[in-house]
Every structure is written in C-alpha cells, then in structure tokens.
C-alpha cells in the first residue's frame, strides 16, 4: 500500500519568500500529481511528472524518483498563492487506477 | 478550457434518504472517477469507470454507493441511504487515459454533501 506524506502540514510566509512543500511516496509511482485546492475545495492540477522537473511560472516541481521525494516550490510568493497543495501518487502496478494522496500542506502568504 | 463540471455545488440530505451527485466529465475523455473528502481529511479515492464498467473501485465503495453513465455526458454517483459519515465533498475527475499512463487529472469543483 502506497503511503504519502507531505510537509510541512501549515506554513505561514511572507509575501515574497521562496516557498518549499515536500512530499515523500512509500512504493513505486508512475507519476506524482500536484494539485492545488482552494478554500472554497476545488481541485486544480498544476503539475504531473514522473521524472526531473517542471516550470509553470512561478511554480516549480521536481521529482527523484531513486529517492521517492518530490518538491512544490513557489517562487516570489504572493497572497494569491495561499491554498491548500496536495501531492497525490498515481501507482505503477497493474490495477490500481485512483491516486494515492497526501494530507495537504495549508499554505498563508501575507501581505 | 474544458472543465469538469459538478452539480450541486452542495446538497442537503435527510439520513437514509437516496441522493445522487452528478458530474460532466470533459467530452473527449473516456476514464472516469468519483473521490470524497470528508472535512479535515485527505482525499480518497471511491471508483473508477470505464467503457460503462466499473475497472476499479475501492473498500469505502461500498453496496450502498453506484455509479453510473445514463447517457453520453453524464457521470452520477448516487448513494442509496446515506449516513451521517457520507458528510463528504465529492470530487468527479476525468482523464483521457487511464491514470497509470501518466496522464493529467482534471477535477471537478466538488459537490459537498451534508448528511443531517
């Protein structure tokens, strides 16, 4: 059973600071999902990946897949950016098709 | 942008009655999914559909859940007899592939049900 953890759980920051969410997998993926959810609970996907990294403007996500850690950094964060990120596992065994996700990371920027 | 789209954003239910969560899943995809969110825990996964069959489904999907494609757009999720633990946000997703090809989710707003 593929278990993930993501951290840290609240981060409070700074407009402006560079911003760091983790995310650690227990059994091989084929692909890791990062999902952003706003208050009022709609899920957006910002990211797939299942190796290296990937830019989407001030977002940034990289995987090692050797370790099973992937990383969500924001760049110049801003108010705009506070949400709860989720990372969620998409498995690699035959069968398995719903994601395996995290608890989320709260994430405050303010002002 | 194609969007999933889920209605209603929120329903209101009398334990043990029957509801149904409705979703458009975007046109072009053939791989759809039901997950719930119960308030303060992470996202689970319920069921998986494709080609008018369940392929995968899991332990919380119990009898008292189906699903069903009634016609070439809609995807419903209903509960027969709900119970004060089905209190959830319901998330309707779809993709083009099946996800273990590493395709891209695209999720619904979320329909939060309230069981009183």
């Known amino acids: 059973k593929n278990e993930v953890e993501q951290s840290p759980q609240n981060l409070t920051a700074q407009e402006g600071e560079f911003i760091t969410i983790n995310c650690s997998y227990s059994?091989?993926?084929?692909?890791l999902h990062w999902l952003q959810q706003h208050p009022g609970g709609g899920i957006v996907s910002l990211f797939m990946?299942?190796?290296g990294k990937k830019k989407h403007g001030r977002l940034i996500a990289t995987i090692n897949i050797q370790e099973k850690h992937s990383s969500l950094h924001i760049t110049a964060s801003h108010p705009r950016d506070s949400a709860v990120y989720i990372c969620?596992?998409?498995?690699?065994?035959?069968?398995?098709?719903?994601?395996?996700f995290g608890k989320g990371t709260h994430l405050i920027i303010q002002p | 942008e194609p969007e999933v789209t889920q209605t209603p954003s929120h329903q209101v239910t009398q334990m043990g009655q029957e509801v149904i969560l409705r979703c458009v899943p975007i046109?072009?995809?053939?791989?759809f999914y039901w997950y719930r969110q119960i308030l303060g825990q992470k996202v689970e996964f319920l069921v998986s559909?494709?080609?008018?069959?369940?392929?995968?489904k899991s332990e919380i999907f119990d009898d008292q859940f189906s699903v069903e494609r009634p016609d070439g757009s809609n995807f419903t999720l209903k509960i027969r007899s709900t119970k004060l633990e089905d209190s959830a946000m319901y998330f309707c997703?779809?993709?083009?592939?099946?996800?273990?090809?590493?395709?891209?989710?695209?999720f619904g707003q979320g329909t939060r049900l309230t069981v009183v």
């Open positions: 046109s072009n995809h053939l791989y």
């Open positions: 559909f494709y080609n008018n069959e369940i392929s995968e």
């Open positions: 990946l299942s190796s």
């Open positions: 969620a596992a998409a498995h690699s065994g035959g069968g398995a098709d719903g994601l395996t």
């Open positions: 059994v091989g993926i084929s692909a």
């Open positions: 997703a779809s993709s083009e592939q099946p996800r273990r090809m590493n395709t891209e989710a695209f």
